[in-house]
């Protein structure tokens, strides 16, 4: 993926950032131990052999301490992220329940927390304006249905006259076929 995320980008830059500043500490440290091995500690024991090894081996300690110090910049990080993706989880739970509760989340998840907001907004809309078509149609049929029904009442009330009274005058009868 590319940095187009401005999570992705940020969490990069601090975690590079993190990375340098451990490096900074470190080279600090080791000049530290290099002058405290020359100048306050100059009697032979523990700490002196110590501390003249570090001297001896400074490269080595330096790049492992920093790759120790890398290792949990990244685990932090990492955490961070997982976190991340935890809210967004949790926040798709929220956008599916079909309600007007808004999706929250962190500060930096803000463009995220926006879109889902938009999308469940939009859902929303769709939702009702799907219960609006389904009124209109059962509304049409109630109306059709019923402008049906009146006219043929009124058929069923003449053919039913005409049914049950065999000896209706014939001028009569064309009057009520005719209608």
């Given amino acids: 993926r590319s940095f187009k995320s401005g999570i ?3 969490m990069a830059v601090r975690c590079v950032l993190a990375a340098a500043i451990a490096a900074v500490i470190l080279i600090l440290a080791a000049f530290l131990s290099y002058v405290l091995a020359r100048s306050i500690i100059w009697q032979p024991g523990p700490l002196y ?18 790759l120790v110090a ?4 990244i685990c932090h990080y990492w955490r ?18 079909p309600d007007d509760v808004a999706v929250h989340l962190p500060p930096v998840l803000r463009n995220v927390e926006d879109r889902m907001n938009r999308i469940k907004q939009l859902a929303m809309q769709n939702a009702r304006a799907a219960r609006d078509e389904a009124q ?15 006219p043929l009442t009124s058929v069923i009330g ?22």
């Fill in 136 to 150: 209109r149609r059962n509304d049409l049929i109630v109306y059709l249905a019923h402008d049906i029904k009146t």
């Fill in 70 to 73: 890398l290792f949990f910049i």
């Fill in 8 to 10: 992705m980008r940020s």
């Fill in 80 to 97: 961070k992220i997982v976190g991340y993706m935890e809210d967004i989880v949790e926040a798709s739970r929220v956008l599916i329940v």
């Fill in 158 to 179: 003449y053919l039913s006259l005409l049914d049950e009274a065999p000896d209706m005058p014939p001028e009569q009868k064309a009057k009520y076929v005719g209608i």
């Fill in 49 to 66: 052999d110590f501390f003249s090894g570090i001297q001896n081996n400074i490269i080595s300690v330096l790049v492992l301490t920093w």
